[in-house]
């Protein structure tokens, strides 16, 4: 196990070693706090698109589900015929210049996996730049848009947002609820009073304090040729090597385990690169991992390397709430 991983453990299963990174909690706490408090107060400078901007983001380190319900949001708001657009961070990503329009034919090592695989999915125009507001204002300049998705930024503050979303894993929580580097969270745990929303990837229902929402599998696909077969392609019991570069692998395995396959873990870090050597496993098995880690994949996929397409389920609830803010927002849409 990581170092890493050992930290994620100890702010979500306790430690008491944690006790020693108190102080440097609060310095964090302190820090965080006096940056929002200049935005908020005026101090420093907050660039407002000419569009609403809605902002999905998590105030936990690790993955929420926020690329699944990104793709949601996409094609809900084009369904009310919105013209979208997203922009992101681009973790990892190292394209010539920034800001940088991705498109579907371009590397994960260029574009940045998650935006990669937003594009690839959705077509839809994205920009990526660790200024968001650059990010969008690059954006709009190329192409007339009704709306801006934001993939992470809740801390961007220079970007000025209408709507803020944040995801929590049901299953996770919030862990021992401390900020870095003695837990998890990236803000105060106060600041979701201020969000708009609370969306918990997991929940079977919709909780007192925000909405539920799941991730379906869909189908398998192919990492070669792109075919696409049903889930009952692999019988129960099939045994697979599953790969996960997530926030939280466990939750992919454990997916697996409830379409009744037998997966053998292997776990990497968020965002982590892939080689062929890296990938070979034994016993002879079919790969199966995740669209997020498929991207970085396909160039050197082998016929039997495949990925778990899932789409984002939100509650019905969540959905008449949306709508609701995308009237108040766009009175017209």
């Not at 690329?67 to 997203?86: A, D, K, M």
């Not at 995801?167 to 919030?174: E, N, P, Q, S, V």
Request: glycine share 6%.
């Amino acid at each position: 196990m990581s170092l890493s991983d050992r930290i994620t453990q100890a702010w979500y299963q306790g430690h008491p070693l944690l006790l020693l990174l108190r102080p440097l909690e609060w310095l964090y706490r302190a820090v965080v706090r006096r940056k929002r408090a200049r935005f908020v107060a005026g101090q420093w400078p907050i660039y407002r698109a000419p569009v609403p901007v809605i902002m999905v983001g998590n105030i936990t380190v690790g993955g929420t589900g926020k690329t699944p319900l990104i793709l949601w949001l996409i094609e809900h708001c084009r369904g009310q015929g919105l013209r979208v657009g997203v922009v992101s961070r681009g973790y990892g990503a190292q394209p010539p210049s920034l800001p940088w329009r991705v498109t579907p034919e371009q590397s994960a090592a260029e574009a940045g996996d998650e935006p990669l695989l937003i594009v690839q999915r959705s077509g839809v125009p994205l920009m990526i730049d660790p200024d968001r507001a650059r990010a969008v204002a690059a954006l709009l300049a190329a192409e007339p848009l009704d709306l801006i998705l934001s993939d992470d930024g809740l801390q961007h503050y220079r970007l000025a947002r209408d709507l803020e979303l944040v995801l929590i894993d049901a299953a996770r929580g919030l862990g021992n609820r401390r900020c870095l580097p003695a837990g998890p969270l990236r803000e105060p745990l106060e600041r979701l009073q201020s969000v708009d929303a609370l969306l918990y990837n997991g929940a079977p229902s919709d909780p007192l304090d925000g909405f539920a929402f799941s991730l379906e599998p869909r189908a398998l696909i192919n990492l070669q040729s792109g075919a696409e077969q049903p889930l009952h392609y692999f019988p129960a019991g099939q045994a697979v090597h599953a790969v996960a570069g997530i926030g939280n692998p466990q939750r992919f395995f454990t997916t697996l385990e409830r379409l009744h396959w037998q997966p053998i873990a292997h776990a990497f870090a968020d965002h982590a690169p892939y080689s062929p050597e890296l990938l070979q496993f034994s016993p002879a098995l079919p790969v199966l991992m995740t669209e997020k880690d498929a991207v970085k994949c396909r160039s050197f996929a082998a016929a039997d390397w495949w990925y778990l397409a899932v789409d984002a389920q939100p509650s019905a609830a969540f959905v008449s709430w949306f709508d609701q803010q995308l009237l108040r927002l766009m009175p017209r849409a």
